[in-house]
């Protein structure tokens, strides 16, 4: 099978600009990425399909001259999808937004743990046993309070 | 037979189209969500025996000529996922059911919940009976879409949290999944399983290992299997106690059954044995030390939950009859009792007020029947004789000796501490939670919110590189203000047991729905212990299924051989 390099190409660039937006703290930059990752994975999809032909309708035209119409069916089924994700990922930015004034993706609890384990280890390096006045300095930023 | 196949799946979504019709009517609503999934149940039972008596079942929908629309295939290891899953789903159903009648309405807006979980309901039976590539993804895309909506119900700050990151990372895997699903694609022309097992082995090796690869890494983030397994514990614990639950139960095990039949039907000349066997490995030992370490029983038990997974990889990794067998009773054994766990949470949570270690004390006393309904899944998961949970073990650990390598031996002395580890740390949970007084949480909360000198009952607390010891216990500093949290609160949202029910501010009942369902799925887990050999004898015959691809192959593809 013989592929399209330009599609290829496309396609990688839309994944990897896509890629670096995952890595983004902004939940909306997020949704950018994740939105140009699925168009080109779509791309992808092309690709597989191998070489373009005619529209794949019955009685119009020759079956030998047609393009594979499953991929199509394919793409669609993931436009679809990809389209109720954006909107969800939306939702939830403007509710993020709403409840703490940004949309940053937040710490999950275990890696403000470890920050919070390292932050400790430069403010005292003697093994200190006789008080937690060291530790007393700094709270942890609240982002509980669901209940209530 | 064939025409039960595709009713799991249809039953939910037309279930689901009326609830959301019915919304304002609740009891319609949970009438009809009920007899679904009940209905599901039954069918579920009638396709294990047809798949037994009969063979795999198939179902090409639309009656499309053979190779050219959709197929829903069921066999033993299908019917069986689909029997487990839809017990556990019911049990979860009438489990929330009991608790929307007597309050949260605000947490678990009763108008989406029912659709949304049938939704969820409709998908993973669909991942299981799913005969080709795309209808899984798209069975995927169901559950995780109705996972999303059910992680995030109310949109509370910590729910939103979480909900994102587990969102992000299952968006990513989902364009994983569409990339290799391009990929196969354009290697076979097919992604139909039953054509794609004939064509995967025409291709050279180096393409079919970048398939295998791809769709590993996929399904390895929907199971959490090691490296890829972070997401879960962070995100599960905040969902409410069902939800949890159905998560717990059902989710990764969708990932697991995916790895194991794609490993089996379109790879079964590669295993990739000492790749799966040293994830397996990590995920288990990584898992338990991060259960170990923590002072809130959900978020225990979600590590606990990573951890077990790396039980059903090691089945599959050794690629073995004995393997296979293994990982599935371990599997039907998980799920009951991950699900149960849960639910207990949530009914701790409501009798107990939370399901922090630092705030629980005497709930055996306060609640004996919560200390039973706790007391028995935890021993059952960390393996205790003769409960199910060991059985799976001894499965699994007969497995690994029979392929007798180190790697394979590394693991069983992996899966003995693990299970070890797993012993400690319920043990903690029921020591802190159920067996100490509630003064006595309260004298500890008082002594670790202080600084040093004397604990309770002339214990010593000393604070020491980031770690409180109070007597022979050491909890986090981090704990620490919790405690404190917990003294100086006067509302009511941060206090302990002792002071909650000192105030009188707890139910003193717990709602007979949730009790009955809980305990349900209890009977169930130990029901499993009993038909255990049965159980093992099924699985055995399913994994037999799976090596054997030929019988697959022409019952999907009449005429053709892989």
Request: glycine letters at 8%; hydrophobic letters at 50%; proline letters at 5%.
């Amino acid at each position: 099978m013989s592929a399209n390099v330009a599609l290829i190409l496309a396609a990688s660039a839309m994944i990897g600009c896509g890629i670096y937006l995952l890595l983004e703290r902004s939940l909306t930059r997020v949704l950018v990425g994740l939105v140009m990752m699925s168009n080109g994975v779509n791309v992808l999809f092309l690709v597989a399909s191998g070489p373009a032909g005619r529209a794949p309708i019955v009685g119009r035209n020759d079956p030998s001259e047609m393009s594979d119409p499953l991929p199509q069916a394919l793409v669609l089924t993931a436009i679809v999808i990809s389209l109720a994700t954006s909107a969800f990922v939306l939702a939830m930015a403007y509710r993020s937004w709403q409840l703490t004034g940004h949309d940053d993706v937040q710490d999950d609890v275990e890696d403000r743990t470890i920050r919070r384990l390292a932050e400790t280890d430069q403010a005292s390096d003697s093994f200190d046993l006789s008080s937690g006045a060291a530790e007393e300095d700094f709270e942890l930023p609240e982002e509980e309070g669901s209940r209530g | 037979m064939s025409w039960l196949v595709p009713l799991p799946v249809l039953l939910p979504l037309a279930g689901a189209g009326l609830t959301l019709v019915l919304s304002r009517r609740p009891g319609l609503q949970r009438a009809v969500s009920t007899s679904v999934l009940t209905a599901v149940v039954v069918i579920a039972a009638t396709l294990v025996y047809a798949t037994d008596r009969d063979g795999p079942q198939v179902l090409w929908i639309g009656a499309w000529k053979v190779p050219l629309g959709i197929s829903l295939v069921a066999d033993r290891l299908s019917a069986l996922m689909l029997l487990v899953s839809a017990v556990v789903t019911l049990a979860v159903l009438l489990y929330s059911v009991g608790q929307g009648m007597t309050g949260d309405e605000s947490e678990t807006p009763l108008t989406i919940y029912h659709p949304t979980f049938l939704v969820l309901a409709a998908g993973v039976s669909n991942a299981f009976l799913a005969g080709d590539l795309f209808n899984l993804f798209v069975s995927f895309e169901m559950l995780l879409f109705a996972s999303y909506v059910l992680l995030t119900l109310g949109g509370t700050s910590a729910r939103i949290r979480a909900g994102t990151i587990y969102v992000i990372v299952n968006l990513l895997s989902s364009s994983l999944f569409l990339i290799s699903l391009a990929a196969v694609y354009a290697a076979t022309g097919s992604l139909n399983l039953a054509q794609l097992a004939g064509r995967l082995d025409d291709l050279p090796p180096s393409v079919s290992l970048v398939l295998q690869l791809l769709l590993l890494t996929t399904f390895a983030i929907k199971a959490a299997v090691f490296p890829l397994s972070f997401w879960l514990p962070d995100s599960y614990p905040t969902a409410p106690a069902p939800v949890t639950a159905v998560f717990a139960g059902l989710l990764t095990k969708v990932g697991v059954y995916a790895i194991m039949r794609t490993q089996t039907l379109l790879f079964p000349d590669r295993p990739l044995t000492d790749l799966l066997l040293a994830a397996a490995l990590l995920t288990m030992l990584v898992g338990i030390l991060g259960a170990v370490a923590q002072t809130d029983i959900k978020r225990m038990l979600s590590f606990t939950l990573v951890s077990h997974i790396g039980y059903m990889v090691l089945g599959i990794g050794l690629a073995t009859v004995a393997g296979f067998t293994g990982a599935i009773f371990y599997v039907v054994h998980h799920i009951t009792i991950q699900s149960t766990l849960f639910l207990v949470l949530g009914l701790v949570e409501r009798r107990g007020g939370s399901t922090s270690l630092l705030k629980l004390g005497g709930l055996a006393r306060l609640a004996p029947v919560l200390g039973v309904l706790y007391f028995v899944p935890a021993m059952n998961l960390a393996g205790i004789p003769p409960m199910s949970g060991f059985l799976g073990k001894v499965a699994l650990t007969d497995g690994a000796i029979r392929v007798g390598t180190p790697l394979a031996y590394a693991l069983v002395a992996a899966g003995m501490l693990t299970s070890l580890l797993t012993l400690y740390a319920v043990a903690k949970s029921w020591n802190l939670a159920f067996w100490r007084t509630p003064e006595q949480a309260h004298e500890m909360a008082r002594a670790l919110s202080g600084l040093d000198g004397d604990g309770p009952a002339g214990t010593e607390v000393v604070v020491h590189r980031d770690h409180v010891h109070v007597g022979t216990s050491s909890v986090g500093i981090g704990e620490r203000d919790e405690a404190r949290r917990i003294l100086d609160d006067d509302e009511g949202t941060d206090q302990d047991l002792h002071q909650l029910t000192s105030q009188g501010l707890l139910p003193n009942r717990l709602p007979r729905t949730m009790v009955g369902a809980t305990s349900g799925l209890v009977l169930c887990s130990l029901a499993l212990t009993v038909v255990a050999g049965p159980v093992l004898g099924y699985a055995d015959r399913a994994a037999r299924d799976l090596t054997d691809r030929e019988t697959y192959v022409s019952v999907v593809l009449p005429g053709e051989t892989p």
